[in-house]
């Protein structure tokens, strides 16, 4: 989902060029790996050039100091086994989630082009930021795919006061031929915690119902909320809530890692193992339908997505789309950079 929702962002813009470069020399400073540094740079300038600011560049700081703590694992040494015809387990030996995840869905389409689908559980891994990165990579690579991973615990459960759940995320990503992937990114949670921190250094009000403060009381002050609520609010947060629990299921109990409300929380000169776990879901249209009935449909559907009537007059757009719009938008104007991060990479 793009932070282009929340209004104008009045920050100074900088080229995607320098701030790639800012980014990866901080996490290779703090102790990452080339490998490491390079996969973690491009997830959060997937995130940042796509709109998705609480994901983006402003994660790099709360990165290196984990890698500073020791809390994550600068230079990790992957483990891949494959368990079946179409299936793989990654041990992410606790490293930056971003490797471990490209490296899950590289593996996992490397699997749907020999059996139909390829499914890949990484277990050991920490934070890998948007989701959608490592879908859009496997759409990239011309398959349907899906990446999921629990989180600590943020989220109260639906008529729950305390944390449980983490936020979540469910990504999927089609390819389209001759056109850019059908792309959706969305956490479990109405919203991500990393949105109350980056609604914090902008100084804004949060939307109504999407947060709460420690005693479980709904608020808008961004230095006052601690809990998030489950996607769908007061009334209707059990579906929220029970999408979190399936990606608890798929991302933890699947693959061996620690459920989200047992997971020690990263940051905060915490040094004690961050535990989480990934899974990436890769299927091959072509052993399906076939590919070219597969974008003859996907075509048929879109088509038909974007013609059909609108309330407000704006066009309908397909999931993505809102996110194409801002890549076009940021590459001509640059890509704007909250005042906490524009310090940390030295960039005011």
Not at 7 to 32: I, M, T, W
Not at 63 to 72: D, K, N, P, V
Not at 247 to 270: C, E, K, W, Y
Request: hydrophobic residues 45%.
């Amino acid at each position: 989902m793009s932070d282009a929702s929340i209004g104008p962002v009045k920050s100074p813009r900088f080229p995607a060029e320098l701030l790639q470069k800012r980014v990866h020399l901080a996490l290779r400073d703090a102790g990452a790996d080339e490998a490491s540094a390079a996969a973690a740079t491009r997830a959060l300038m997937h995130a940042s050039r796509l709109g998705i600011d609480s994901h983006g560049v402003r994660l790099a700081s709360f990165y290196a100091e984990c890698l500073r703590s020791g809390q994550i694992n600068g230079t990790p040494a992957f483990k891949l086994q494959r368990t079946a015809a179409a299936s793989a387990m990654l041990d992410a030996d606790h490293g930056l989630g971003h490797a471990a995840a490209y490296r899950g869905m590289e593996e996992a389409c490397r699997i749907a082009r020999e059996s139909g689908v390829g499914a890949v559980g990484i277990a050991h891994s920490t934070h890998y930021g948007a989701a959608g990165a490592y879908a859009l990579a496997g759409a990239e690579a011309g398959l349907i795919a899906i990446s999921t991973t629990n989180a600590d615990s943020l989220v109260a459960l639906y008529g729950g006061k305390t944390r449980f759940h983490g936020t979540n995320p469910i990504a999927a990503a089609a390819p389209v031929r001759d056109s850019k992937p059908w792309l959706l990114d969305m956490a479990s949670s109405a919203i991500p915690y990393n949105r109350i921190l980056l609604y914090r250094s902008l100084q804004r009000e949060l939307p109504a119902d999407v947060t709460a403060d420690i005693d479980g009381e709904p608020t808008r002050d961004p230095h006052r909320a601690e809990i998030l609520t489950p996607l769908g609010g007061l009334d209707f947060g059990f579906k929220g809530a029970g999408l979190a629990g399936l990606v608890t299921i798929l991302s933890a109990v699947l693959t061996g890692a620690t459920p989200d409300h047992l997971v020690a929380p990263m940051g905060d000169g915490n040094v004690k193992p961050h535990d989480i776990g990934h899974f990436c879901l890769a299927i091959d249209p072509a052993r399906f339908v076939g590919r070219e009935a597969y974008d003859g449909l996907m075509a048929q559907y879109l088509a038909g997505l974007r013609a059909s009537p609108a309330k407000t007059g704006e066009p309908v757009l397909a999931p993505g789309d809102r996110e194409w719009l801002t890549l076009a938008e940021r590459s001509r104007t640059g890509i704007p950079v909250d005042p906490d991060t524009a310090r940390f990479l030295e960039l005011a």
